[in-house]
């Protein structure tokens, strides 16, 4: 079998992935003890329950995020999402990402993946600094330029959050290139060949929500 790298952050009770933003509130709608009434002795069942925004986690930005004329969780195609031939960029330490990072990979048709590092102050206030990595606009238009199938990050923002006019979710997602936050360990894909899955739910009138992102190592 093929071997699976889990690249998604868990959601827990409370966790803020965002600061500003709540974190989810999990449990139960129906719990096993109050269950035990409806079946057969031995027989019991749990229905949980979570409320959320949906930039919590990992999770993935359709066009709709950002225009409200684009495409919503519902209507992206699973051929953007699921089965995209991957490229790892690894860039260090900058934070400022320029187009310099990517010009020597090919990236049309690809899930460009760009590795900061950033993912090991997750849950941390450090997490949450403006110092985070982001893309620059000269890298995005490259990236748009290229034919990148979609573009993911392990860092708090895909743009830097002290920048009002978010040049990387403007020009990313105006091309209709999904968006992937709040990636970890893309380490683990340093030298390989994989393919890269990133699928929300169909939610109609929703641009954001968390996905289960995970790579496929290829040999």
Do not use: C
């Not at 359709?62 to 225009?67: C, G, L, S, T």
């Amino acid at each position: 079998m093929s071997e699976l790298v889990d690249l998604s952050h868990v959601v827990e009770h409370g966790m803020i992935t965002y600061p500003g933003l709540p974190g989810p509130e999990i449990g139960d709608h129906l719990s096993r003890e109050a269950s035990r009434g409806s079946y057969a002795p031995g027989t019991e069942f749990q229905i949980g329950r979570i409320g959320m925004v949906a930039n919590t986690g990992t999770y993935l930005d359709a066009p709709f995020h950002r225009y409200p004329d684009g495409m919503d969780l519902s209507e992206l195609p699973l051929s953007r999402l699921a089965g995209l031939a991957g490229v790892l960029v690894s860039v260090g330490e900058p934070r400022a990402i320029g187009r310099e990072a990517f010009d020597k990979h090919e990236v049309r048709g690809r899930a460009v993946l760009v590795h900061t590092g950033w993912d090991r102050h997750w849950r941390t206030e450090r997490y949450g600094h403006p110092s985070h990595p982001f893309l620059t606009s000269d890298a995005v238009d490259w990236l748009v330029e290229q034919g990148a199938a979609l573009v993911g990050i392990d860092s708090l923002n895909i743009d830097d959050v002290g920048d009002p006019s978010r040049p990387a979710h403007t020009k990313l997602l105006a091309a209709g290139i999904p968006v992937v936050e709040h990636l970890t360990g893309l380490e683990r894909l340093a030298g390989r060949s994989f393919d890269f899955h990133a699928v929300p739910p169909a939610v109609r009138g929703m641009g954001t929500f968390t996905v289960r992102a995970y790579a496929v190592l290829n040999g």
